[in-house]
């Protein structure tokens, strides 16, 4: 029998051994991006361009994408890519409208009110991968949400492409065209995040910088969102995709196999991850996996992916274990193939995005769904959540009180002022009540 493409992970007598993981993690990639964001800072275009011909093997002649090229992606689309993105856009927008949430007033006493503002950011930043593949699927899902939101200001920016002659790929240009996004820049990797972050006006440059950034990238880029969150807010730290299924008896294995190969073809640092307590499953899917992965385009890829530390077939003790195995790996995306699915899904805490049943792969949230998948990765999925439209706005509490409201208030705020031994807090409200000066207040 040949070789396994896909090691074993027995947990049943020993659920100590760490779970699969990427040997290189985003503390480990900080300081290789660190200095470089630095050097964008310092330098701007000059550097994002050098850093491009660098890593990208090419130098675009402008850092800005010239609108005529918007234009013309769109008018060369693929009507059946431009209709799928349509029916993509049209989804994603129907759950993002349903997420924004209203402006709340709350009475919290007569001639008291909160309230509760939803105030959408004023710029932002997306970032669209374009490496080893096209991320068209990217542009709709930073997009919608930030145009729902009602953000007035957004930036996009995705690597060059030598094969284009330094223009991104136009497949994502003519995406822009078709929402509206007209400030594309043809930059790629940390460096564009760090542009997006920073800004190049201070260099002599023309990009302003945003508020937040948003969107999927390699290790680099999720590096760089680290690096540079508190210059800038960020949705989450969305590095190399990654799956875990967790799957028992019923499950159909040539599914499971189909699916953790889709996610190994994204990138040979993806994760792919099954967790069964099945071994007569874990061999089906072996063998799925040996029929299928010779077969796909980017075989090499995937073969990569799927040998690597960061996948494994998990072995688990029954359904409890493997659930509670999943909330601890805190996947990207979890499919749950089990009987009663909906039940065991409604049981994890911890996942970016859970896909419930044999007919709801990842792949249809990567672009149809009407989910998002942006989504947090590395174990990240127990802070931290999905992209939505949440992600692009603030909540700003506006606070009006009467005169009367604050008299009946006041000696409360008194009281824990001096408490907290900050009298002339107090007296700020004593002033206005003409309530009695503690000892120490000013008058």
């Known amino acids: 029998m040949s070789p396994s493409l896909i090691r074993r992970l027995d947990l049943r007598h020993d659920d100590t051994q760490d779970l699969p993981r990427a040997p290189l993690d985003v503390a480990r990639a900080l300081d290789v991006v660190a200095p470089l964001c630095d050097d964008v800072r310092d330098r701007g275009e000059v550097a994002v361009l050098d850093y491009g011909e660098r890593f990208d093997g090419v130098r675009p002649t402008s850092l800005r994408v010239a609108r005529e090229h918007l234009v013309d992606a769109l008018a060369g689309l693929d009507p059946a890519i431009r209709a799928a993105l349509e029916v993509s856009i049209a989804r994603l927008r129907v759950t993002c409208e349903a997420e924004l949430e209203s402006t709340v007033v709350t009475t919290v006493a007569e001639g008291a009110t909160v309230e509760r503002r939803i105030v959408p950011m004023s710029r932002v930043g997306l970032y669209v991968p374009g490496g080893l593949a096209p991320l068209v699927s990217s542009v709709v899902m930073n997009t919608v949400p930030a145009q729902v939101a009602g953000v007035g200001s957004i930036a996009l920016a995705t690597p060059p492409q030598a094969e284009f002659g330094g223009l991104p790929h136009p497949t994502i240009l003519a995406a822009c065209e078709l929402l509206g996004i007209e400030e594309v820049y043809a930059a790629g990797g940390a460096q564009a995040v760090a542009m997006l972050a920073h800004g190049t006006l201070a260099t002599g440059g023309d990009v302003r910088p945003v508020d937040l950034v948003t969107g999927p990238g390699n290790i680099y880029v999720a590096a760089a969102k680290r690096h540079l969150r508190g210059t800038v807010a960020i949705d989450s730290e969305a590095g190399p995709t990654e799956i875990a299924v967790v799957a028992d008896d019923t499950a159909d294995a040539a599914f499971v196999a189909a699916d953790l190969i889709s996610q190994s073809e994204h990138d040979p640092n993806a994760a792919s991850v099954l967790i069964t307590a099945s071994e007569d499953l874990a061999a089906a899917v ?46 990207e995306h979890l499919e749950i193939q089990t009987a009663d699915s909906a039940a065991v899904a409604a049981r994890i805490t911890n996942a970016g995005a859970i896909f419930v049943g044999g007919f709801t792969p990842v792949s249809l949230g990567d672009y149809a769904a009407g989910s998002n998948h942006v989504l947090p990765t590395a174990g990240c999925a127990c802070h931290s959540s999905g992209l939505s439209v949440r992600a692009f706005v603030k909540n700003v509490h506006v606070v009006t009180y009467t005169e009367a409201a604050l008299r009946e208030v006041g000696h409360h705020v008194v009281a824990l002022a001096e408490a907290e031994d900050l009298p002339s807090h107090g007296a700020a409200v004593s002033a206005r009540t003409g309530a009695p000066a503690r000892a120490g207040e000013s008058t």
């Open 286 to 331: 072996e063998s799925e996996l040996a029929r299928q992965v010779p077969r796909a385009r980017h075989h090499e890829r995937i073969t990569t992916s799927l040998a690597g530390p960061q996948s494994a077939i998990v072995l688990v003790r029954d359904l409890d274990h493997a659930v509670e195995v999943a909330d601890a790996y805190a996947a």
